[in-house]
T-cell receptor, first 109, second 115 residues
Framework: DAKTTQPNSMESNEEEPVHLPCNHSTISGTDYIHWYRQLPSQGPEYVIHGLTSNVNNRMASLAIAEDRKSSTLILHRATLRDAAVYYCILGGSNYKLTFGKGTLLTVNP | DTGVSQDPRHKITKRGQNVTFRCDPISEHNRLYWYRQTLGQGPEFLTYFQNEAQLEKSRLLSDRFSAERPKGSFSTLEIQRTEQGDSAMYLC?????????????FGPGTRLLVL
């Protein structure tokens, strides 16, 4: 499985934008980029996914570099409820998700 | 709420005992996954089913572990002769098989503590 690299932790203030980076230099042409997050004491939750183009949904935006070797998850206005571990995962026809340690996001009031 | 449910949410057992966990996936989902998560780590894949067929098992799944999905609906994960190293969160997820990618929906997990 292609690997991803994320910072161990990041901090943000409430109602400010948050940019969570992910490096995936060995990504293959068919790998989708998935983001999941895990709130304390809960199972992971799907956030967003993309292949080549930037994507937006009600939770977040995903910006994908032109060479696809990195991506950024953007939370436009962080809230306290966004405090979680965020996982960047590559996948495609490979059905199982390979989680790393993710980025622990702390949101300050 | 028609999400993935797991039962029990918490289980404390003594070393050597057997435990069984249940997962009820989202009703129209034909794929079901089990993951294990220890403190400070991301979830690790254990096994998955497509309908009632178990298609892959991780090397993490020792002979003491067995999973079933009769009739392609709910699934059970049994651990025999539990060891302290089995203490973890056991997560279930379900999805619909798609051609190029799929989104997995996770349950709340079963937290196991082996004393």
């Amino acid at each position: 499985d292609a690997k991803t690299t994320q910072p161990n932790s990041m901090e943000s203030n409430e109602e400010e934008p948050v940019h969570l980076p992910c490096n995936h230099s060995t990504i293959s042409g068919t790998d989708y980029i998935h983001w999941y997050r895990q709130l304390p004491s809960q199972g992971p939750e799907y956030v967003i996914h993309g292949l080549t183009s930037n994507v937006n949904n009600r939770m977040a935006s995903l910006a994908i570099a032109e060479d696809r070797k990195s991506s950024t998850l953007i939370l436009h206005r962080a809230t306290l409820r966004d405090a979680a571990v965020y996982y960047c995962i590559l996948g495609g026809s490979n059905y199982k998700l390979t989680f790393g340690k993710g980025t622990l996001l702390t949101v300050n009031p | 709420d028609t999400g993935v449910s797991q039962d029990p949410r918490h289980k404390i057992t003594k070393r050597g005992q057997n435990v069984t966990f249940r997962c009820d996936p989202i009703s129209e989902h034909n794929r079901l996954y089990w993951y294990r998560q220890t403190l400070g780590q991301g979830p690790e894949f254990l096994t998955y089913f497509q309908n009632e067929a178990q298609l892959e098992k991780s090397r993490l799944l020792s002979d003491r572990f067995s999973a079933e999905r009769p009739k392609g609906s709910f699934s059970t994960l049994e651990i025999q002769r539990t060891e302290q190293g089995d203490s973890a969160m056991y997560l279930c997820a379900s999805s619909v098989r798609e051609t190029y990618q799929e989104t997995q929906y996770f349950g709340p997990g079963t937290r196991l503590l082996v004393l």
